[in-house]
């Protein structure tokens, strides 16, 4: 089984663009590329999940979003990164579902997506991470079982830490920082630093 890298577009890979923005605004978030680069070359497989709201909502349609996975693809290039996987669910808020039920398992911090992901990409959920921006992603890597990093940069506006399933093994500033917290945990079998928060 593979072990994977799974994260949020917003705010971790990429500056956060407003809706319709289209992929002509897309850049990278600084280090992005550099870390994304370290984890490839240990082996990990790496997976962008991400709800779209946006998408539920009629802003973008499924090529909007493919073309910003497209630019994304692209951006990477010059640091010799490929992604292995994007998973997106268009929805909506809790209370604004209609036509996506908010019920589904795939909405985070519930964890379908990445459930899908490792069923289809034969993964191990307990040797895999999840980098988020925001607590809510922290909460859907450690549902699946995986160990999480939340990179604080501005994303996280609530800080409600009343639920363990939101507490991070790391936080970080950026993707580059993340990857070194990632590598030094995985040549150290079993020492997961949990930092006080």
């Known amino acids: 089984m593979h072990k994977a890298i799974f994260f949020d577009k917003d705010n971790v890979i990429i500056k956060k663009v407003p809706y319709n923005a289209g992929s002509k605004l897309i850049k990278l978030r600084e280090f992005a ?18 709800d779209q709201p946006e998408a539920a909502a009629g802003s973008y349609l499924q090529k909007d979003l493919k073309s910003i996975f ?26 604004a579902a209609v036509e996506y039920n908010p019920g589904r398992t795939c909405r985070k911090p519930r964890p379908g997506m990445l459930f899908s992901a490792a069923k289809n990409l034969d993964l191990d959920l307990s040797g895999s991470w999840m980098v988020g921006g925001i607590l809510p992603d ?35 500033s950026n993707l580059l920082e993340a990857a070194y917290a990632i590598l ?14």
């Open 138 to 172: 922290v909460e859907t890597g450690n549902r699946a079982g995986c160990n999480t990093v939340l990179v604080n940069n501005g994303g996280e506006t609530e800080w409600k830490w009343h639920r363990l399933s939101r507490r991070p093994d790391f936080m970080v």
């Open 70 to 95: 497209s630019k994304i693809q692209k951006l990477l290039q010059r640091f010799n990164v490929s992604l292995d996987g994007f998973y997106y669910y268009p929805c909506f808020p809790e209370e």
């Open 33 to 50: 590329g550099e870390g994304l680069r370290l984890l490839k070359q240990a082996g990990f497989k790496l997976i962008m999940v991400m």
């Open 184 to 197: 030094t945990v995985r040549k150290k079998e079993g020492a997961v630093y949990k930092p006080r928060l």
